[in-house]
Every structure is written in structure tokens, then in C-alpha cells.
């Protein structure tokens, strides 16, 4: 991610002496970052390489590495997390970042998989749309965005969904 200061294989290694079980990476995957690769495959391949250092760093450790992303689509400020998911459904998922969280969510939505608004309470975002997602991030470390964790979670439990939590781990 672009916003990201410590590689992967770190991140792994940092989770795995804490104790972690699993570690999700979810690097951000929006289009218009990744104008440089035009090809699905070559943009599959350029995301799916952090996972692959985090999973090999983690290998030692017993620590499980999930592969998740944070999408963003067009015209819409939300970050959403996406969550149960396989590295050969990479190429379907970029395939639907220039569409909009309702397509993403009508086509790509099964049982396997968790579909989460992203600190949906921090500044400019858009309201949370219910019809699309499982549920929303109630907390998260990201120290200098303003995430509303009581909104948040009174949300989620007004119309219920899911709450998660993460870090929204950038650095040290």
C-alpha cells in the first residue's frame, strides 16, 4: 500500500511475536493507483507478492497469513475490507474495481467471504451502504484518523452487522 511504511515479511514477523494466530493482510487496491499495470494478471500478481512475503516470513511461526484487500471504487470516498478470500479469485476481484460497491457486492458476494465498510465514521466518508456490506469496521490504530468508535458500534449493533476491529498497522 501506498500508505504503508514496513514491508510485509515485517509485519508477519512483528504479529507472530505477539502471540497472533492469524494475520490478515489488507493492503489497498483501488484502480487509479495502479494505472501502470493494465493487465488483470499483472496487478493480481503485483498484490498477491506482498501476501506471498508475509506468508513465507510467517512459515517458522505457526502463525496463519489470510489474504484480505481494502477496495476502493470510483466516485465513492469508502474504503471497504474483503475478507475470506483465495489468490485465484484476484483477476474477478480487479475485474470490478472500476464498477461500485453494489455490483462488487451483487456479483462477488458468497458464503465464503466478508464484505466490511472501513472506518465508516472517519471524515468524507459516505454513509454506510447496508444493501452492501456484512458489516462495518468498529475499531481500528490508525492514531491520527478520527475513527468514531462509539458511532460505530452503535451502528452496527442499530442495524446488525458485523463489527470488526483491526489495526490499520502503516508503522511502527
Known sequence: SACAKL??????EVYAALGCD?????????????AK???HADLAEFYL????KAKTAAEDTGMCVALGIELAFPNDPNDYLLYGIEPCEMEKIIYYLDKDIHTFYREFKNERNLIIHAHPFRNNTLPTPLD???????????IEANGRIATAAR?????GLLITCGSDYHEP
Open 155 to 159: 451502528y452496527a449493533r442499530e442495524h
Open 49 to 52: 507478492a506482498d501476501y506471498y
Open 22 to 34: 492469524t494475520l490478515t493482510l489488507t493492503n489497498h487496491l483501488k484502480a487509479t493507483r495502479f
Open 7 to 12: 514491508s510485509a515479511d515485517f509485519n508477519a
Open 132 to 142: 452492501a456490506v456484512d458489516g462495518v469496521e468498529v475499531f481500528n490504530l490508525q
Open 37 to 39: 499495470y493494465p493487465r
